[in-house]
């Protein structure tokens, strides 16, 4: 909040600048995100307020943290249609559901059969969303082009061992 900068040259800055932005009073706003007035919270609303208004959203990943969550940024536009907004949530659930597997059983000494079956599975699912995605995302750039501009772009997606 203290970093808070209202985008009027007359805004006030800070609490009192966000404040009247969120339409509470600044004494207010300064308790509820306070750790000492226990008493005051904010809503869920209005801590999502707080997130799009000051650009940080390190209470968001906090809360997702605490509960076994990673949040990814995803860019989203008026233009995007209901299809890619699809796709793209559908390849970031599959990609989750295999890191969910992955770490799980990342400190494992020995990873039984079943175990590794479900990792598969669930790496085999991620891989045909993302290439699913991708096809998408090829097919739009090819179309944006005139027929004897379209070519594919080739890319080395050489594997690599984390250290």
Known sequence: ??????????????????????????????????????????????????????????PLQAMAFQLGYVLVPIESTSTMSAADACRIAESAKEFGEFLSQAAANAGAKGIKDADMVRITKEFAESMAAQAALFAHLQAAHDAGKPEGQRRRAVVDLAVREAA
């Open 1 to 58: 909040m203290r970093g808070f900068r209202g985008a009027g040259p007359d805004d006030s800055n800070g609490a009192t600048g966000l404040a009247a932005y969120m339409s509470v009073s600044p004494t207010s706003l300064s308790h509820k995100v306070a750790p000492n007035h226990p008493s005051a919270h904010c809503s869920p609303e209005e801590v999502v307020d707080i997130c799009r208004l000051t650009g940080d959203h390190s």
